[in-house]
């Protein structure tokens, strides 16, 4: 379970989601990337592997570009509904500021291009193999984010989120570009103003 985050936040002043245990799930694994207006902007990637969301804070957010290495640092797991969670973390808070969900979707470890998708024990077996050996393969079926990505550990400790060269990799634009939640439609600057993801 998420024992590091219940530690860090007051569930009677955040509308953050407890944790609890969660129910087994079925089908591929889930991901999500959560844009967070914190003390600084970023990026929450997160995958899910036994039970909860596994998790990076990904200052300068995801690129496209296979050129391109985004710092990742590995934060506390989070409960599986973090993965719709979209709003206002108070001032003072652990995490105080907006949140929406900048892109969702399934995934699977990629191994070489052989994906698994419909093998979920197997998936998830793999995933712990990976984290352990800090290097993940994972391929993204999302909203905003498709096609094979790693995280891979460094020295230091910190991961770097890399696209791996595919169809979907590109130079062109900046998928950062479009701001907007994929569940309300809303950005950072709506939530800002007032605007509420339940309208």
């Known amino acids: 379970m998420a024992k590091k985050y219940e530690e860090k936040r007051d569930f009677s002043r955040t509308p953050e989601p407890p944790p609890r245990q969660p129910a087994e799930g079925g089908g591929p694994l889930t991901f999500v990337v959560q844009k967070h207006s914190a ?3 970023h990026y929450d990637f ?4 036994d039970g909860v969301l596994k998790s990076w804070a990904v200052p300068a957010g995801p690129s496209a570009d296979s050129r391109v290495r985004r710092l990742a640092v590995m934060v506390e797991d989070h409960p599986l509904d973090y993965d719709s969670f979209e709003g206002v973390i108070p001032e ?3 995490g105080g500021g907006q949140v929406i969900v900048w892109d969702r979707g399934t995934y699977s ?3 070489g291009g052989r994906l698994f998708f419909d093998d979920r024990e197997h998936a998830q077996e793999m995933m712990r193999g990976g984290l352990a050996q ?7 079926r999302g909203e905003k984010l498709k096609g094979s990505w790693t995280l891979v550990k460094t020295k230091r400790g910190d991961w770097l ?3 791996h060269r595919d169809e979907y990799a590109q130079s062109e634009y900046d998928i950062l570009d479009d701001g907007k939640s ?3 439609g809303l950005s950072i600057e709506d939530l800002k103003v007032g605007k509420t993801p339940d309208g």
């Open 39 to 41: 003390r600084r902007l």
């Open 92 to 94: 003072g808070e652990y």
């Open 46 to 49: 997160r995958l899910e592997v």
């Open 134 to 140: 800090g290097k993940i393969s994972v391929y993204l």
């Open 161 to 163: 989120l890399i696209k």
């Open 109 to 111: 470890p990629d191994e």
């Open 182 to 184: 994929v569940i309300s």
